[in-house]
């Protein structure tokens, strides 16, 4: 599986943007999907994962409430809807694939990594 995350971008506290990560092969649905980001100077964080059904989602407690993961099993992408941005959501955002059902909140759990999409939050 090979994953290309965009959608990052420049916005101001309080917007909004949308991450998309496509990914290649047969067997997306059969991965969970997470994002994950890295602050400047800080160590990757978890923020969000999915199951590959779609039904079973989970969160960051910092991220609960403002962002929202889906997926979309026909177009092989995995989304993060991301609302009321706060300066300190200002990272580089990962996606990931975990091949199995459920996802994780550990980024070693996760076999396949796409590149990161640089998010800028301005105060």
């Known amino acids: 599986v090979q994953l290309q995350a965009s959608g990052g971008g420049l916005v101001q506290a309080g917007g909004s943007l949308r991450l998309s990560c496509a990914a290649s092969?047969?067997?997306?649905?059969?991965?969970?999907m997470g994002w994950f980001r890295r602050a400047p100077g800080k160590e990757r964080e978890f923020v969000s994962f999915?199951?590959?059904?779609?039904?079973?989602?989970y969160y960051a407690d910092s991220v609960k409430g403002r962002f929202t993961i889906s997926r979309d099993n026909a177009k092989n992408t995995v989304y993060l809807q991301m609302n009321s941005l706060k300066p300190e959501d200002t990272a580089v955002y990962y996606c990931?694939?975990?091949?199995?059902?459920?996802?994780?909140?550990?980024?070693?759990?996760?076999?396949?990594w796409g590149q990161g999409t640089q998010v800028t939050v301005s105060s």
């Open positions: 990931a694939a975990h091949d199995t059902y459920s996802g994780s909140v550990s980024a070693r759990d996760y076999d396949y």
């Open positions: 092969g047969r067997t997306f649905s059969r991965h969970a």
């Open positions: 999915i199951d590959w059904t779609g039904t079973s989602t």
